[in-house]
T-cell receptor
Framework: KQEVTQIPAALSVPEGENLVLNCSFTDSAIYNLQWFRQDPGKGLTSLLLIQSSQREQTSGRLNASLDKSSGRSTLYIAASQPGDSATYLCAVRPSSNDYKLSFGAGTTVTVRA | GAGVSQSPSNKVTEKGKDVELRCDPISGHTALYWYRQRLGQGLEFLIYFQGNSAPDKSGLPSDRFSAERTGESVSTLTIQRTQQEDSAVYLC???????????????FGEGSRLTVL
C-alpha cells in the first residue's frame, strides 16, 4: 500500500524567502505525481503534474522535482509572498490503469509580511 | 462549465436524515472522483467513476453511502441515515481520463461541507 508523507506539517517563513516542501512515497512504481494547493475552506487547486518519465516541472515561481528511485518529490516556491500562504498537498497515482490517488497530509505554509 | 461545480456548498442536517451531494464535472472529463476530508485530516478516497461505471468503490465507508453517475456527466453522492461522524467536506474531482500528456491531472470542486447535528 502506497504511503505518502509530507514533512514538515507546518512551515512559517518571512516574505521573500524561498520555500522547500517535501513529499516522500514508499512505492516508487508510480504513474505521476501532482502538487495541489488548498486554501482554508476551499477545494484543491492543481499546481503541477509530473509524469513518471519527467524529472521536473516548472510554472512561474514554482518548480517541482521528482526522484522516483528514492521516492521523493520537492516543491520549490521562489521569493515567497503572503498570498502563498496555504496548505500544499502532493498526491501519487500508481499506474495508468489505476486512478485512485494517494494523498499526503499536507504542509501548511504561512508567509509573514 | 469552466470548472468542477458542487452543490450544496454547505449542508446542515439532523442525525438520521438522508443527504444528496451533487457534482458537475468539467465538460468532456470521463473520470470523476469523490473524496472526503474530515477537519484537520487528509483526503480519503471514496469512489471513482470511469464514464458511468464505478470500477472502484473500495473507499465507501459503509452501505449507507452510495453514488451514481449519469450521462457521463453529473454525479450524486447519497448518504443515508447520516451520523455525526459523516460530518466532513466532500470533494469531487474530474480528469480527462485515458490518453494525452496531461491525462490524469485532477481538477477539484470547492467541496460540499456537511454538518450532521
Amino acid at each position: 500500500k502506497q504511503e505518502v508523507t509530507q514533512i514538515p506539517a507546518a512551515l512559517s517563513v518571512p516574505e521573500g524567502e524561498n520555500l522547500v516542501l517535501n513529499c516522500s512515497f514508499t512505492d516508487s512504481a508510480i504513474y505521476n505525481l501532482q502538487w495541489f494547493r488548498q486554501d482554508p475552506g476551499k477545494g484543491l487547486t492543481s499546481l503541477l503534474l509530473i509524469q513518471s518519465s519527467q524529472r521536473e516541472q516548472t510554472s512561474g515561481r514554482l518548480n517541482a522535482s521528482l526522484d522516483k528511485s528514492s521516492g521523493r518529490s520537492t516543491l520549490y516556491i521562489a521569493a515567497s509572498q503572503p498570498g502563498d500562504s496555504a496548505t500544499y498537498l502532493c498526491a501519487v497515482r500508481p499506474s495508468s490503469n489505476d486512478y485512485k490517488l494517494s494523498f499526503g497530509a499536507g504542509t501548511t505554509v504561512t508567509v509573514r509580511a | 462549465g469552466a470548472g468542477v461545480s458542487q452543490s450544496p456548498s454547505n449542508k446542515v442536517t439532523e442525525k438520521g436524515k438522508d443527504v444528496e451531494l451533487r457534482c458537475d464535472p468539467i465538460s468532456g472529463h470521463t473520470a470523476l472522483y469523490w473524496y472526503r476530508q474530515r477537519l484537520g485530516q487528509g483526503l480519503e478516497f471514496l469512489i471513482y467513476f470511469q464514464g458511468n461505471s464505478a470500477p472502484d468503490k473500495s473507499g465507501l465507508p459503509s452501505d449507507r453511502f452510495s453514488a451514481e453517475r449519469t450521462g457521463e456527466s453529473v454525479s450524486t453522492l447519497t448518504i443515508q441515515r447520516t451520523q455525526q461522524e459523516d460530518s466532513a467536506v466532500y470533494l469531487c474531482a474530474s480528469s480527462l481520463g485515458r490518453g494525452g500528456a496531461v491525462a490524469g491531472e485532477l481538477f477539484f470542486g470547492e467541496g460540499s461541507r456537511l454538518t450532521v447535528l
